[in-house]
C-alpha cells in the first residue's frame, strides 16, 4: 500500500497529506523520490496543485484581527516538560546506586554527628552568655553616659529658657514700674493745683470773715451808750 | 462530585474553552464578546463559502452565535470549543442549503450579479482589466465549489480556506481522517475538472483510477 515504486502509486489519501504538509518528513522524503521517478504520479500532482492555486483566486475581505491571546496551549506543554523533568530526577535521585551508597553513609555518620553537634552547641551557648553579659554591662555604662549627658544638655537648656524669661519678665515689671510712676507723678501734680486753689478760696473767706468781724465790732461799739 | 470536578475546565483549557465554561455556568457576557470577536471571522467566511453568499454567510454567522449562546447549556468542557462551534455554524449552513434546494433556487444565481466577496474595495486596484479578471476567477470558484456535494464541499472549506487538519475535520464532521482525505481527493479531482480549463486553458490529464471513484454522501 505504501511503496512508492512505479508499479505501485501512493494512495491518493496520504497524496493529500502530502498536499497540504500533513505528513512526517520522512514519508514526504519518500513521496518527494516517488514523484521523482514516476511521471503519472508528477503530472497528477501537478494538476492538484493548480487547483489548490486556483482556489486560492476566491478571496474574502479579511476579518478584524483578534488580540493574541496568552499561549495557553504553550503554557501546557511547558508545564508538562517541567512535570516530566521532575518526575525524572526524583526516580533517578530514588533509584541509583549513588544515592543508595549516600544513604548508608549517612546513617553511620549519624551518631557521631549528633554528638558532636550536642558539644559545639553547649560550648556556644557558654560563649554567648558571656558576650550576653559583657554587652548588657557595655550597654548600662554607655546608657548612664548618654543619660548624664543628655540630663546635663537639658539642664543649660532649662537654665538658658529660664534666664530669657526673667529678662522678658524684668523688662516686663520696669515698664510696668514706669507706667506707674508716670500716673502717680500725674496724679500728685493735679492734686497739688487742687490744695492751692482750696487754700486760695480759704484765705479769701477768711479774710472776708475778718472783715465781716470787724464790721460787726464797730456796730456794737457805736451802739453802746 | 467527581464528574463535577472533571466537567470543569483545567488550568491548561484555552482561552476559549474557558470563556466559554463562563458563559455556560454564569451567563457572562464579557466573555461572550470575547468569543465573537474572536470567532466571528471564521464563522462567517465559514458560512460564505458554504452557501457562496457574503450576505447569506454574515445572516448565518450571526445566528451561529444566537445559537451558540441559547445552547450554551450543553457545551461540554471536556470537548473543544471550536468543534462545538463549527458544529453548530454547519448544521445551519446545511439547513440553509436545504431550505434552497426546496425553493429551487441556486444560490450562486442569486448573487450572480455582484461579486463573491472577493474582491475588496479598498484593495490596491491593479486597474479595471486585472480587477474584472480576478472577479471573474473567484466567481468561477465559488460556483465551481457549489457544484460539489455538501459532504465534500465542506472538507475543502474547511481544510483548504480554514486551516483545520484532517485528523480535526474527522473530528468535527464526527468521521475517520481516512474518510476526509478520501473526501478531499475527489474534490479535488472534480474541482480540476471545472476549474483548470479557466485557469490552465487546457484540461490536464489525471489518473483514470483516480476519477472513477464514485463521490458518497454522507451524513453528519
Redesign the interface.
Known sequence: MKNTTNSQHPAPEEWMSFLYDEETPERRAALDAHLQACPQCRAQVQVWRESKHALDSWTLPLPAPSKPGFPWHAMRWAAAAILLLGLGVGLGRLTSPAALEAGALRRALQTELDSKLATTRSDLLQVLDHRQSELAQALRAAATDAASTEASQLLAQYAKLLEEQRDEDHESLVAAFRQMDERRRSDVGSLREQIQTLALNADDGLTRAQEQLLELSAATRSATP | MASNLFSWPS?????DEKAMWQVRSADDAQAFTELV??W???I??LC??MTGD?HRGEDLAQETFARLFAHRKTYQSTGRFSTFLWRIALNLCYDELRRINRRGELSLEESDQEA???I?LESDDPGPDQSLV?SE??R???DA?LQLPEPYRVV?VL???EGL??REIGVVLGIPD?TV??R??DA?QQ??RL??P???DAP????PD?VSRPPERLLI
Do not use: C
Request: net charge positive; hydrophobic share 40%; glycine share 8%.
Open positions: 488550568l491548561f483549557s484555552s482561552p470577536g474572536r466571528h471571522g471564521r462567517h467566511s460564505t463559502r457574503p463573491p466577496g472577493s475588496p480576478e476567477r473567484a468561477a470558484v465559488r465549489l475543502v481544510r483548504h480556506y487538519k484532517f481516512g482525505k478520501s478531499m481527493f479535488l474541482l480540476s476549474l483548470n479557466i485557469f490552465f490536464k490529464a489525471v489518473r483516480a
